[in-house]
């Protein structure tokens, strides 16, 4: 038998009129005096318990304890507190450029400002500001978009996802449908939203790779959903065991939970590592079997700093050619952002989501949600054409663009090398070369005194170890515990973006005084 219908917002409100109109009216007369005193004991409606519980379940280490502490010590140093040790604090808890020193590409500033502003265009002054390239593509995105103040098609300007689909086909060297991309307001929003769909209860899985972006475990616990967690192989530079993988595929099914996706994120936060081409088809085949989608988190696939970038994207289309109609049933959703890579606009909220292989009723579901939020912030989006299409040889503005980009990308990965040889050099520390994305993630081994002393206080001991490193040099870095790691193992992981050796300096000076403390 059906289910009844659900009833419709005007039949609820029909009936309810005419419960309260069974009486005699009760109305006060216009002008009359309504007494205000409260008949119960006053109590809120709105408290910690009455609450979306999962919401409270939810953590995100990110921005957690570490981070709130090291704002609290910034506000002292404000307000000219000099009983600290430190005079700065060093926010490399954060994969958030432009709050250290990387400056803003020239070339998506100014576009940007001629889309904000357009009475630019027709300045006097215009060609004396602006290269005539920038302007050419502020008016044409202005052409195409109208006004940024207006709203956009809930999937996204369609010039900019058709932008989006060139910028696929010429990385991967297969073609792009741009009504398969939804843009978003950066992809932790993409993800929201796809999460939002395909979640059904408790009964729903989701792999996701430990160490995590713990992005995905708390979305998934304020969707009610389960986490199904699957461990990356440190001892060979945090990659993937298919085998493994398989068993914890077998295992979830056996126990009736409905696998529906796997969360990969490569470049790796917060690892660092990058997957092979092998083993993103091991991923894809795993993945074919057994009937679920792969959500392939790429926000870092500009930060390569050994090898190359491979897609999943690419991957597939290479099985679905080399081998016809086996792997045609795979389900893919790729993300890419602004925030990461040389763009670095993490505040601007620009990115996108690509689908492959989804049943198109779904698709429509997922339209329907994004479609509540009307659509995704326009500058975002003007954003995300800009990193998809940026100056090419022969434009007015390449070499400017080129200077800064390079110049960008190489501080990064000379960053990262300056920090990994420091970690090479702290006893009982180990670290995985940097491979791409924003960070590192090494291995730390705490003496039994400080773990013990990590347990009196309800404490992991890696938390102990960041807290006291804050709270003695000002550097803010988040424990392993909160990205997930194998039991009895401690990790912190770390940005490599601030600028200098100093605060590579404090961590190892840190370091061995925590060790001698704790002999």
């Not at 995105?141 to 910028?167: D, K, T, W």
Request: proline share 7%; charged share 20%; glycine share 6%.
């Amino acid at each position: 038998m059906a289910p009844p219908p659900s009833p419709s917002f005007t039949s609820v409100l029909t009936a309810t009129e005419s419960v309260s109109s069974a009486g005699p009216s009760v109305a006060p007369a216009r002008g009359a005096v309504v007494s205000a005193i409260p008949t119960r004991t006053p109590r809120k409606a709105i408290h910690i318990d009455t609450i979306n519980q999962h919401l409270r379940q939810a953590d995100y280490a990110v921005r957690g304890r570490l981070a709130i502490r090291a704002e609290e010590l910034r506000v002292r140093l404000d307000a000219g507190d000099t009983t600290l040790p430190f005079r700065e604090i060093v926010n490399a808890n954060i994969g958030n450029p432009q709050a250290m020193d990387q400056k803003p590409i020239t070339f998506y500033r100014q576009v940007l400002s001629l889309v904000q502003y357009p009475q630019l265009l027709d300045s006097e002054y215009a060609d004396r500001i602006f290269p005539p390239d920038a302007l050419a593509r502020a008016r044409l995105l202005l052409r195409e978009i109208g006004s940024v103040g207006a709203y956009s098609q809930s999937q996204g300007v369609p010039y900019i996802r058709q932008s989006i689909a060139n910028f696929i086909a010429a990385r991967d060297g297969f073609p792009a449908d741009p009504a398969s991309i939804f843009l978003a307001g950066g992809a932790s929003s993409a993800v929201s939203s796809l999460f939002t769909t395909i979640c059904n209860g408790p009964s729903t899985g989701v792999m996701i790779p430990v160490p995590q972006y713990p992005l995905y475990s708390a979305t998934l616990t304020i969707e009610n959903a389960t986490a199904v967690p699957y461990l990356l192989d440190e001892s060979t530079q945090w990659g993937t065991d298919t085998a493994y993988i398989a068993s914890v595929v077998r295992n979830t099914l056996a126990s009736g939970i409905n696998l529906k996706a796997m969360v990969v994120i490569n470049p790796c936060n917060p690892t660092g590592s990058c997957l092979t081409p092998s083993q993103i088809k091991e991923i894809i085949n795993l993945a074919a079997e057994n009937s679920f989608m792969i959500i392939a988190d790429e926000v870092y696939q500009a930060n390569i700093y050994q090898g190359k970038f491979f897609s999943f994207k690419q991957m597939l289309r290479e099985l679905q050619r080399d081998f016809p109609g086996a792997y045609d049933h795979v389900e893919l959703a790729s993300l890419h952002s602004t925030s990461k890579g040389m763009v670095g606009e993490c505040g601007q909220r620009g990115g996108y989501i690509e689908l492959l292989g989804l049943d198109p009723a779904v698709i429509d579901e997922l339209y329907k949600l994004v479609s509540i939020s009307l659509c995704p912030v326009v500058t975002g989006q003007v954003l995300t054409e800009l990193m998809v299409n940026p100056p090419r040889e022969g434009d007015a503005s390449y070499p400017l663009f080129k200077e800064e980009y390079d110049t960008i990308y190489n501080r990064l990965k000379e960053r990262a090398a300056n920090l990994y040889d420091a970690f090479q050099q702290m006893e009982g520390v180990s670290c995985q070369k940097p491979m791409g994305a924003m960070y590192l993630f090494p291995t730390i081994s705490l003496p039994p005194k400080a773990i013990a002393e990590a347990r009196r206080r309800g404490e992991e001991p890696d938390e102990l170890y960041c807290m006291q490193l804050l709270n003695s040099t000002g550097v803010c870095v988040v424990p392993g515990s909160g990205f997930g790691q194998v039991d009895g193992s401690y990790h912190f992981r770390t940005t490599f973006l601030a600028p200098g050796d100093e605060y590579v300096n404090k961590i190892v000076a840190f370091h061995k005084e925590f060790l001698e403390k704790y002999a």
